[in-house]
Nanobody, 131 residues
Framework: QIVQSGGGLVQTGGSLRLSCTAS????????IGWFRQAPGKEDEGVSC????????????YYLAAVEGRFTVSRDNAKNTVNLEMNDLKSEDTATYYC??????????????????????WGQGSQVTVSS
């Protein structure tokens, strides 16, 4: 249902883009969240954005550790949500997941809860930052 693309290997300070798209439903009606899981660590909400169809305000939330470096954005014409990641650090190394859920939570709450039992979730994209 949701397909992720992007990610890969980059050196410290480099940039990568992750994309999340769907073929059978419109992402603009959903809140979209980007989460990551590093080996031995729990899921961490990186950035979440509310729906952009007028039912909510399209607001965003960023984890403090990535604020100012990561940017989440929607391209409704392509039914895609992107996560631009700049000035990458070794601690950003993780598998990143995209999730689309009904916009019933604030972006901050969505990122905190990571409700894997609802909505649609991508297959994961590996991001490796080497020093």
């Amino acid at each position: 249902q949701i397909v992720q693309s992007g990610g890969g290997l980059v050196q410290t300070g480099g940039s990568l883009r992750l994309s999340c798209t769907a073929s059978r439903f419109s992402l603009e009606h959903y809140a979209i969240g980007w989460f990551r899981q590093a080996p031995g660590k729990e899921d961490e909400g990186v950035s979440c954005i509310n729906s952009s169809d007028g039912s909510s305000d399209g607001s965003t939330y960023y984890l403090a550790a990535v604020e100012g470096r990561f940017t989440v954005s929607r391209d409704n014409a392509k039914n895609t949500v992107n996560l631009e990641m700049n000035d990458l650090k070794s601690e950003d190394t993780a598998t990143y997941y995209c999730g689309a859920v009904p916009p019933s939570l604030t972006p901050e709450r969505f990122c905190a809860v990571a409700p894997r039992h609802i909505g649609h979730w991508g297959q994961g994209s590996q991001v490796t930052v080497s020093s």
